[in-house]
């Protein structure tokens, strides 16, 4: 199976030598990479809906749309920096929409995309299924737009995907998003945008984390409109990020694939 444009191959060939080409296309690299996306969207949905789950059971007060959006993007902010900091040099895009920009950018190939976008979908509902096992039914963090705003609500799920790829694609240089502080940049973007969006319509801003709230509680009637925004979001942003930044280079491109393990 193909698994990495010829762009991508000659770059990360130049970049990293004989450590890429020995590794990087075996099926080990390629469970790895996937696992690693199944816990960092997994914990994402289950951090979530669990916090719901314990502030509608155990929160012991009413808690007003504005708090119950901070005090959830907090928590998925503060998952998404440890686990970005513990699994970013194999694979941490946990964020179908992140996925499709970087492929979109020919810094992986199409069909592992496509493998990304099932998992991430799977294991988003798993976190969300656990989490109700745990918690019960009930909202479990999920992301639904206000009545009849459907419509703004995807173009204000467009304008914060943009955001959150074009910060992602403007720090992938290396092997990880490994800089001291840029996974604390991350969660600081998750938080604000979470935060501020939160009590319009849930701020997704990731296909993954809208859908595996709305399968536990066995709704997806509205989730249309957060694939739909994060499409067009992710292909603006692809688009300002060359504008700004040029071609994807070889260390951006292996920020989409992961390091390969060492050859034995």
């Known amino acids: 199976m193909t698994v990495v444009t010829e762009f991508g191959r000659r770059a990360l060939e130049a970049e990293f030598g004989s450590r890429f080409t020995a590794d990087w296309t075996s099926p080990r690299h390629r469970l790895r990479r996937v696992l690693s996306e199944f816990i960092g969207t997994a914990g994402l949905t289950f951090v979530l809906s669990g916090g719901a789950g314990v502030l509608a059971k155990y929160g012991g007060a009413n808690i007003a749309p504005y708090q119950y959006a901070y005090i959830l993007s907090t928590v998925s902010a503060l ?18 929409a992140m996925t499709f920009a970087f492929a979109l950018r020919q810094d992986m190939d199409w069909t ?67 800089g ?20 319009y319509d849930g701020a997704a801003f990731n296909p993954a984390r809208a859908f595996g709230p709305d399968v536990a509680r066995g709704d997806l009637s509205t989730y249309w409109v ?15 990020a ?4 040029g071609p994807a280079k070889a260390e951006e491109a292996q920020a989409a694939m992961g390091t390969p393990l060492d050859t034995e």
């Open 79 to 96: 998952w998404l920096a440890a686990a970005v900091y513990f699994l970013g040099d194999i694979s941490a895009h946990f964020n179908p």
């Open 112 to 178: 592992m995309a496509c493998v990304y976008f099932v998992v991430q979908l799977v294991a988003a509902a798993g976190g969300s299924l656990l989490a109700r096992a745990f918690f019960g039914a009930g909202n479990l963090a999920a992301t639904v737009p206000q009545a009849g705003l459907e419509w703004p609500s995807a173009g204000f799920e467009a304008v914060l995907t943009f955001g959150m790829v074009l910060l992602v694609l403007s720090m992938a240089n290396g092997p990880k998003l490994n």
């Open 242 to 245: 060359r504008i700004l930044r």
């Open 226 to 240: 957060y694939p739909l925004g994060a499409l067009v979001g992710s292909v603006v942003a692809v688009l300002v």
């Open 180 to 199: 001291a502080f840029i996974p604390l940049a991350v969660a600081a973007y998750v938080m604000a945008a979470g935060t501020m969006g939160g009590p």
